[in-house]
């Protein structure tokens, strides 16, 4: 199984990106799937968390109104479009897919993806 997240880069304060992580391997059309975030000397932030079927959400108090994760369980894919954004947001991003949403919503996913930076500039 391979999660491989794209769409990191270095980008101004109040610029958008979107976050892509595409799973190869078996579907996780009936797994929750979520992105995290980390700062070196720092712990491992949930940053938002996605149902199978999309019908529950949840973000981190800090992004919401700003981001929005959705899947496409056609395409064994988690999306994570990031508007807004802010000095504070730059972080390695990381997704996780596998399990239920409250495994994946407390860091045990049965998988993580590579992580792809995300640097915003003031």
């Known amino acids: 199984v391979q999660l491989q997240a794209s769409g990191g880069g270095l980008v101004q304060a109040g610029d958008s990106l979107r976050l892509s992580c595409a799973a190869s391997?078996?579907?996780?059309?009936?797994?929750?799937m979520g992105w995290f975030r980390q700062v070196p000397g720092k712990e491992r932030q949930l940053v938002a968390v996605i149902s199978p079927l999309g019908s529950i959400i949840e973000y981190v108090d800090s992004v919401k109104g700003r981001f929005i994760i959705s899947r496409d369980n056609a395409k064994n894919t988690v999306y994570l479009q990031m508007n807004s954004l802010k000095p504070e947001d730059t972080a390695v991003y990381l997704c996780a897919a596998g399990g239920t949403l409250s495994r994946v919503r407390n860091g045990q996913p049965n998988y993580w993806g590579q992580g792809t930076q995300v640097t915003v500039s003031s």
């Open positions: 391997g078996p579907t996780f059309s009936g797994d929750a």
